[in-house]
């Protein structure tokens, strides 16, 4: 009994005394904080969650093509509806619907007018075409 306890004894220390030390730390990778989503974003995508639970492919289609077509849906709103009508929309003419409208629906880019203080002062061009302004257009015959 007595030789059984000493063993024991000496497992323990040399488990306690081993020289290892385990370390958990996740300071290696610090918190990555996400922005908050506006309200509308988190109603559109629950929307279009919740339109994943209808029971026909029509009855689908019609929420995912309501959706489509309202102006100003941001990004990651078209991402989720592109990729939920790949998952829950079983004909591929119901998915180029909405892909459709989707991209008939995108806002015009708008390009910045160039600043006139800027091709006001470029030198003319060089060449035989050399009476040419900077803002005039070349047509070639």
Do not use: W
């Not at 309501?66 to 004909?91: D, F, G, Q, W």
Request: aromatic fraction near 2%.
């Amino acid at each position: 009994m007595r030789k059984t306890a000493f063993i024991s004894t000496l497992f323990i220390l040399s488990i306690l005394l081993s020289g290892c030390i385990i370390v958990s730390s996740n300071k290696t990778h610090p918190p990555q904080q996400e922005c908050p989503k506006p309200p509308q974003t988190n109603a559109t995508i629950a929307e279009i969650n919740a339109a994943r639970g209808l029971h026909t492919d029509s009855a689908r289609l019609e929420i995912y093509e309501a959706i489509a077509k309202r102006p100003n849906l941001s990004p990651e709103e078209r991402i989720h509806l592109i990729e939920e009508s790949k998952l829950n929309l079983h004909t591929d003419s119901a998915r180029k619907q909405v892909l459709l409208i989707l991209v008939n629906n995108h806002p015009p880019v708008v390009q910045p007018a160039p600043n006139q203080e800027v091709t006001g002062t470029l030198p003319p061009l060089a060449g035989p075409e050399s009476d040419v302004a900077p803002n005039e257009t070349v047509s070639e015959e």
